[in-house]
């Protein structure tokens, strides 16, 4: 589990593959959660692809959820490693505080 204020979360996946990646939005890089195979579930393999990223505010319109608020990409391709720590770099030199 991830426990930090601010989080930088990436899922990424391609046919029989995904991984999940994610870190502190403050500080440091990106840590890799699950890399490999899809579950091996017959006949599952969802590759639909969306129009949309759908991201809210807490959901429930209470006070807990006051001030926070989601950011998102979505990207074409599998990108690597790489990529996505040179994207947290960027991240963590916003400054989110």
């Known amino acids: 589990s991830i426990s930090h204020r601010y989080l930088t979360a990436i899922i990424k996946g391609e046919p029989n593959h995904w991984a999940i990646r994610g ?3 403050q500080s440091g890089g990106l840590g890799t959660f699950y ?3 899809r579950p091996n579930v017959s006949g599952y ?3 639909k692809k969306e ?3 759908i991201l809210g505010i807490g ?3 209470s ?3 006051a001030g926070t608020f989601y950011e998102g990409v ?3 391709g599998y990108p690597t490693n790489a990529t996505e720590d040179a994207v947290q770099a960027n991240i963590v030199a916003a400054g989110y505080r």
């Open 63 to 65: 006070h807990g959820a």
């Open 23 to 25: 870190g502190n939005a």
């Open 45 to 47: 393999n969802p590759m």
């Open 59 to 61: 959901g429930d319109n």
């Open 35 to 37: 890399d490999g195979k």
């Open 51 to 53: 129009g949309a990223i």
């Open 74 to 76: 979505m990207t074409s």
